[in-house]
């Protein structure tokens, strides 16, 4: 097991950071290059604990992956066809190789069983299971808050209309894999527009899902099948959200200048770059031309001292991962940071509402817990602390640079959680402080 020290550092931040592959992006591409026709071939591909679960699980459904250098993935998509596996498919830590899959799976005309490690064990797929059992799949979890194993018995689908619950990105992607099985029109009702990388990402594999709003201004999906789905040379961009630790380290040190190249900045993945706007750092995203479906830019942030804000309603699905390094933003802050309407964070890696709370606590924060959110009273120095990880990647990476501002030593407890998102992480910290 890892541990992670860090010491306060009083020194603006000075660096031109080159970023993993975006991790949604990552699993999206090894999926839809699977489903199609033809060799694609994934560069710049995320090699992480996450994302290669993805890969080995679909080498399990009969998919041929080849790995001929690091980030680089040449699939042989076999148009729609996948084998039975032998056994169970681990998903690991990975709550979005478990539920896009569950969509994969539900049309396919054999039964699997998805398991994954003790935090996916304890991840809600009753949104995933309800909507798929709509359009006639059987699916089976354990106990009353439905968690894996989850068993899918897939078949002929057929094609429902449906409202999500929640601002879900995996939940409407697995629903959008299954529907490119199914003749007719699947529609998806999303309450707040969340991540759209698999709508986008079909283009680049020529297929499509058309989104619209409708009169009360509610975004609408919609996705014709069957689809015939053919390769591409796919390029996966720069991870905003692994930007974003460092984003916020540098705009809470005032003189830091830090610059982020090929970075993902998909509207839907940019809320960071608004909300440490509206806390007072100077950042700003240079567009690049590309023909991609994911727009990439450089993103320039330049350090002062951050005040306050409030992240609420529409704009949480938009920053859904980072919350708990802007929590951190918040502690660094000037006055009240307040995040809600993120009861979400209760259902991720693990409870990043309590998680935070706590860790911020040990630090010597002020922080009041909320059903759906966190209170942050700012600006007091912050205290090195002995902090759990709670086996959360994005807990551990937010708490360490939380460390490089708080006084006298901090450590993270158990890091190699880390691994599932930001294997270079520890390495990009030392360049990053040095
Ligand atoms: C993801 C969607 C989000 C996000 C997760 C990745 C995706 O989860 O938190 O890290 O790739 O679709 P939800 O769909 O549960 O909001």
Redesign the pocket.
Same mark, same amino acid.
């Given at each position: 097991m890892n541990h992670l020290h860090l010491h306060h550092t009083s020194a603006p931040f000075h660096a031109q950071l080159r970023l993993p592959g975006d991790?949604?992006i990552s699993?999206r591409a090894a999926i839809l290059a699977a489903i199609a026709e033809g060799t694609s071939t994934i560069s710049g591909f995320l090699e992480s604990e996450d994302c290669l679960a993805t890969i080995a699980v679909l080498q399990k459904l009969g998919i041929t992956i080849e790995h001929p250098e690091h980030g680089v993935f040449v699939i042989l998509g076999r148009g729609g066809f996948f084998s039975e596996p032998s056994g169970t498919l681990d998903c690991k830590n990975s709550?979005?190789t478990m539920?896009?899959l569950a969509g994969l799976l539900a049309a396919q005309p054999f039964s699997t069983t998805l398991i994954g490690d003790d935090s996916l064990s304890n991840r809600p797929m009753r949104r995933v299971m309800e909507p798929l059992s709509a359009m006639g799949a059987m699916l089976h979890a354990t106990g009353i808050k439905a968690n894996p194993p989850l068993t899918i018995q897939g078949g002929r689908l057929h094609p429902i209309d449906y409202k999500l619950p929640m601002? $879900?990105?995996?939940?409407k $992607?697995a629903i959008i894999l299954a529907s490119l099985f199914i003749p007719g029109t699947t529609t998806i009702m999303e309450p707040t527009a969340?991540?759209d990388?698999t709508e986008r990402m079909l283009t680049s594999f020529q297929g499509s899902c058309f989104s619209l709003l409708d009169q009360e201004e509610r975004h609408i999906l919609s996705v014709t099948g069957p689809q015939k789905l053919r390769a591409c040379s796919f390029q996966v961009p720069g991870d905003i959200s692994s930007a974003a630790f460092w984003m916020v380290a540098a705009a809470a040190r005032r003189g830091s200048h830090v610059c982020f190249d090929n970075v993902g900045v998909n509207p839907t993945r940019t809320g960071i770059v608004e909300v440490l706007k509206r806390m007072g750092a100077d950042i700003s995203i240079q567009p690049h031309p590309t023909t991609q479906a994911e727009p990439l830019g450089t993103i320039t942030v330049i350090g002062t001292t951050l005040q306050g804000t409030i992240i609420q309603g529409e704009e949480i699905?938009n920053v859904?991962?980072e919350l708990p390094i802007l929590a951190v933003a918040g502690a660094l802050a000037h006055g009240t940071t307040i995040i809600k309407d993120a009861q979400?964070l209760r259902v991720?890696e693990t409870d990043r509402i309590s998680a935070m709370v706590t860790n911020l606590r040990a630090m010597g924060a002020t922080v009041a817990e909320r059903d759906d959110g966190l209170e942050i009273q700012g600006g007091a120095p912050l205290n090195g602390a002995t902090l759990p990880s709670y086996g959360d990647h994005r807990i551990a990476m937010a708490c360490a640079i939380a460390g490089l501002f708080a006084y006298g030593e901090t450590m993270i407890e158990n890091t190699s959680c880390i691994k599932t998102s930001y294997p270079d992480f520890e390495e990009m910290l030392s360049s990053f402080t040095s």
């Open positions: 991790k949604s699993h709550g979005t539920r896009l601002s $879900s990105a995996q939940v $992607s969340c991540r990388h699905a859904i991962d979400e991720k």
